[in-house]
């Protein structure tokens, strides 16, 4: 079968022929029809992500949207390895085999699930997000954190504020946003902007989609004595690491605060909060789409388009 394979993790994967997935007990061979291209399949791909394997060759994809035996649709995750999503077949659990709810096309499936989960599972089962709170989105102009505004809102949110770079101020608001930040300042008047707004309204959660520098820049403004005088519970769920795989963290900033640092990914979300939130999320698109720029291509162009990157689009690749 033809199948985007990871033959090194220094190189994109290359489009070519791969072995055909076998299924075993419990599991299901899915023909996938879209694969959408996430951050943590590059990140797998890589090599850098914590959840890679080392071992090569392997077929790229983490999640798709296929067709199982008897026709039925399906939104399956984890794919046997090396039998990735990114391939004509792909073999799953039964278990992470999500039937596909009418009306929800499976490009857009594809594109939006995995992004869509992450801050659906974040707000709700790590954050634990309740209704008249206020929530921080660091990366929001990226197609994640787009869906994290949208969200959000259809959660319970009272107030969203969305920080991020490339913004635009008016198409965020469409989302829900009711503050944009532009992180395109520098970093003393970023902070400033910052400990302004949590002075005025303050936040109960924040979703950081970035890390690195701009989460330093952030939690800088949080370690003001006169914010923590006021402040409540601060939630602060740290999603992916776009900007930096590391930060320097003052100790002061925690024993100053009410800030409560949480992961959520595998491993800190299990997965059947994981494979709920998919699910949740699925049925709350077919009932009433999420606004998303999804761009499909086929599988066959994955080299040359792999170096792309995110910039409110999410591609998903068919085979």
Known sequence: MNAAIVHS???????????????AAHEAIVSVTAAGLHPLVRGLARGSHYGSSGSLP????????????????TFFVLPRSPFGSFAERSVAAQSTC???????????????????????????????L?????????????????????????LGARRVIAAGRNVEESQLKKLGADVVISMNQEQADLISTYRKEWAESGVDVVLDYLWGKPAETLLAAIAQKSLQQRASRI??????????????????TLRS?????????????????????????????????????????????????????????RLVFQP
């Not at 993790?9 to 299924?23: I, N, W």
């Not at 392997?58 to 649709?73: H, M, Y």
């Not at 309740?130 to 869906?147: D, H, K, N, P």
């Open 9 to 23: 993790f220094d190189k994109p994967p290359q489009y070519g022929s791969f072995s055909e997935p076998v299924a």
């Open 58 to 73: 392997f077929v790229a994809g983490v999640d798709g949207v296929g067709r199982l035996a008897d026709g039925t649709r």
């Open 98 to 128: 999500l039937p596909l709810p009418e009306g929800l096309d499976d490009a857009t499936a594809a594109g939006t699930a995995n992004p869509g989960m992450s801050s659906w599972v974040a707000l709700k089962s790590r954050a634990q």
């Open 130 to 154: 309740v209704a008249g709170e206020s929530v921080l989105i660091l990366g929001a102009t990226g197609s994640a954190g787009q869906l994290a505004i949208q969200i959000a809102k259809r």
């Open 235 to 252: 939630r602060y769920v740290q999603i992916g690491s776009i900007a930096g795989e590391a930060i320097t963290l003052p100790g002061a």
């Open 257 to 313: 605060s009410k800030l409560e640092i949480l992961g959520s990914g595998f491993g800190s979300a299990s997965m059947p909060e994981m494979l709920q939130g998919i699910a949740e999320f699925l049925e709350e698109s077919a009932r009433e789409p999420f606004q998303a720029n999804i761009e499909p291509a086929p599988l066959r162009d994955v080299e040359a388009l792999w170096v792309r990157r995110d910039q409110g689009t």
